[in-house]
């Protein structure tokens, strides 16, 4: 059940058998799967996974191309409270080891908050990343184009990409890196560099060999209508016509509160085995948080893969049922 | 576009980026990705994919959980056709490593059939299983049932089979221990071994200490109506009642055109690393073929494994676009 400040008190009392934290397309997935496994499943959901911002979600299995990411979202909050399980919107503050059990701590509410805690056997970190904008004094502008033609992921948006006029938005020379990826679909590239980092002389040379362009005059606004961007304005007044854009200045995990478990990782993402168990064994990881590919479809079947662990430890841990009679 | 025997004289002369065995849902969602990456794809289908057979896809992230497994296909080939791909009904009868590339030799129509060789860089195995299911005189009587109330994955629809009585029907002492994962969801389990295998003591005894009955008789037919299973009627004339089943009798691995190359393999299952691939670096198998979970999902998954794996392979190996003036 969808649960509130008014009525969230028993699910206080009992042992979960698993907390998901996230409600976006990995966590759905794992919560629909540990219902059906008939283990009590509790998401805490923040809001606003990165699929909620997808305008299109374009390569997802089974859906029309132009499904918006929060369709999915909404469809699969329905699937999980429809097998009995239980979501709530609210922050995870902390999570503690109690040795058998986790104690999650969250906040509720960003007005009188109201803060609690829940018990679960099992952990699902699904709270994924959310990816760093440029940062403009009207961020309205750069919210108006994101997700429509000005993207933040090469392999689900290159294709769109093809053969246009391309400004790719990097923060660092490593995630500037992208520009020779991108150049598998178009060949027209201006790197903007926004004043953030230094171009150095390899790169300045790689580039100029392929004849991609490099800006690094700051970027006053994006120009556009209809949330299809058409150029930028820098702050010198000048005017870089652009038929699309790449966003490329790295993510920010949403995990702070597993910080404390000193989980393996690589680069920023959690080490998992096949099945998504981190390096704690009652601490899965999914989706973006995670090594891999940042796709929807590989975060619903990281969900199918936590869950289906999950209920194989705890079911090799229980007596079967036997006849009632 | 859609290849058929008057067509498919042209994509004969070409060398696919990729060449796709089956289109189910892991070869769909990899042709989607590969057309996404601007490869060249075919997927070469023969029909009747696993999920071709499912009544209700209960656990796929942003479907509704009724949706039927072909719908999910329609929706993918159509998806995939929309995106310039090719897809031709035949079956594979033979690969053959020529080095930069395979020849691919296919059967079209089953009247009048027409012999033909594709060539590609790269083969993603993706025909996947389908299941062994009770062999009787009149089959029609099994299909009637299969996929509706009587299921072939206890992962999938062990929640269909909550506290019900069910008939598990297996081949072989080996499927017969899904037995005690189904005691997760009920305790009333009567195991068919249908006369084709005999019960040692140890798995009698495990049976009998949980209350799980044995019937040996070979089944005669399957009993209910409206595709509802309500029963089985033994070859001796006694009728068994139940009210679900889940038949285990092994499956048939779709993949007799990768024999001699001589794959790693774990069981049947084709061993992959992390992106999908064999043993064979330009060979990636996904879905049911490969060692995992046989799910939608996962095998939605491994075909955007794949796909970018061999994205990144061929773009690594080719220089990016320039500017065109």
């Keep these: 059940m969808k649960l509130t400040k008014q009525n969230l008190q028993p699910a206080t009392e009992k042992i979960y058998d698993t907390i998901v934290v996230g409600g976006g397309a990995g966590g759905l997935s794992a919560g629909v799967y540990l219902q059906r496994y008939l283990l009590n499943t509790l998401i805490i959901d923040k809001g606003k996974a990165r699929s909620f911002w997808m305008i299109e979600l374009h390569n997802y299995l089974g859906l029309p191309p132009d499904t918006p990411g929060r369709s999915v979202l909404r469809q699969g909050k329905e699937h999980f409270l429809s097998l009995g399980g239980d979501l709530l919107d609210a922050y995870v503050e902390e999570v503690i080891d109690e040795g058998e059990t986790f104690a999650v701590k969250v906040k509720v509410g960003r007005n009188n908050s109201q803060y609690h805690t829940f018990r679960t056997k099992y952990l699902i970190a699904a709270s994924g990343i959310i990816d760093y904008l440029p940062v403009l004094e009207n961020m309205r502008n750069v919210y108006d184009y994101a997700g429509h033609n000005l993207h933040v992921c090469l392999i689900c948006d290159g294709y769109e990409m093809t053969d ?42 790689r580039l100029e060999v392929l004849g991609y362009k490099i800006e690094e005059t700051p970027v006053e606004q994006f120009i556009g209508e209809d949330h299809q961007m058409t150029g930028v304005e820098l702050t010198d007044g000048r005017v870089v016509e652009l038929e699309t854009g790449l966003i490329s200045m790295g993510s920010q995990y949403h995990a702070t509160y597993l910080n404390k478990f000193d989980l393996e990782k ?5 080490v998992t085995d096949k099945m998504a168990r981190t390096s704690h064994p009652r601490i899965f990881a999914i989706g973006d948080l995670k090594v891999g590919l940042n796709q929807v479809v590989i975060a619903a079947a990281d969900g199918a893969l936590a869950a289906t662990q999950i209920w194989r430890d705890i079911r090799r841990s229980t007596p079967p049922k036997t006849p009632t009679k």
Excluded: Y
């Excluded at 690589?266 to 959690?270: A, D, S, V």
């Design 266 to 270: 690589q680069g920023g993402n959690l």
């Design 164 to 205: 246009k006029k391309v400004g790719v938005f990097a923060s660092s020379a490593g995630n500037a890196e992208v520009v020779f990826p991108v150049g598998w679909f178009t060949g027209e590239i201006t790197l903007f560099t926004q004043g953030l980092f230094e171009v150095n002389d390899d790169l300045r040379n």
